[in-house]
């Protein structure tokens, strides 16, 4: 089992920036690619990021790209959520997600996730 517990959502003004955590533990060593969904209000939930633990190899969804940056501290099984010049439809529920390993193909798919966070609400004023 993995247990995943996100922390840093908020409120935040259009343009301004937040930092999410996703702290990982239980038997994260099985666990390689971690991911970041979102979902909004009315929708699907929606792929924004993933990264490979072990090669740093990182995927991006086209709307943040440039915009949003991913990253993991080994030591500490958490991965970090970067979110800058944020924009009102950024608004939503912000969850981790961790898989055995994904391929590009499949780092976009929930479907390649086990194991979910409860979730961090993000805000953005305009």
């Known amino acids: 089992q993995v247990q995943l517990v996100e922390s840093g959502g908020g409120l935040v003004q259009a343009g301004g920036s937040l930092r999410l955590s996703c702290a990982a533990s239980?038997?994260?060593?099985?666990?390689?690619?971690m991911g970041w969904f979102r979902q909004a209000p009315g929708k699907e939930r929606e792929f924004v990021t993933a990264i490979s633990k072990s090669s740093g190899s990182t995927y991006y969804a086209d709307s943040v790209k440039g915009r949003f940056t991913v990253s993991r501290d080994i030591a500490k099984n958490t991965v970090y959520l970067q979110m800058n010049n944020l924009k009102p439809e950024d608004a939503a529920v912000y969850y981790c997600?961790?898989?055995?390993?994904?391929?590009?193909?499949?780092?976009?798919?929930?479907?390649?996730?086990?194991?979910w966070g409860q979730g961090t609400q993000v805000t953005v004023s305009s």
């Open positions: 239980g038997r994260t060593f099985s666990r390689d690619a």
């Open positions: 997600a961790a898989a055995g390993w994904v391929r590009p193909t499949t780092a976009g798919d929930p479907n390649a996730y086990d194991y």
